[in-house]
């Protein structure tokens, strides 16, 4: 199980950092990541990152301004999002998968419930 939080709202320029806790199984061998969905709009690769930590990847709309990272001893998954945007509003959903290419073409092998993220301009 995938368990997201850290949304909420935040003014536009401002940062939030998003966890995703993973329980019942040990994801330690998984590339792990983050997709958003906007209202009215379809499912969008944010980041994933390697099993290691050693590679990670974003989507155009995000990159120099989000940074994922992952602490396996804690199962757990980070992204810390910078220079928030209003279009940058959405649920935000994190996701496991066997390769991190995989993951950045939308393969998912697990995934959880979502956090809201509201940038207000």
């Known amino acids: 199980q995938l368990q997201a939080s850290g949304g909420g709202l935040v003014q536009a320029g401002g940062s939030l950092r998003l966890s995703c806790a993973a329980s019942?199984?040990?994801?330690?061998?998984?590339?792990m990541g983050w997709f958003r969905q906007a209202p009215g709009k379809g499912l969008e690769f944010v980041s994933g990152i390697s099993w290691d930590g050693g590679r990670a990847g974003y989507g155009d709309s995000v990159k120099d301004r989000f940074t994922a990272s992952r602490d396996n001893a804690k199962n757990t998954v980070y992204l810390q999002m910078n220079s928030l945007r209003p279009e940058d509003t959405a649920v935000y959903y994190c996701a496991a998968s066997a390769g991190l290419d995989r993951l950045a073409r939308g393969v998912k092998d697990y995934w959880g419930q979502g956090t809201l993220v509201t940038v207000s301009s």
């Open positions: 019942g199984r040990a994801f330690s061998g998984y590339a």
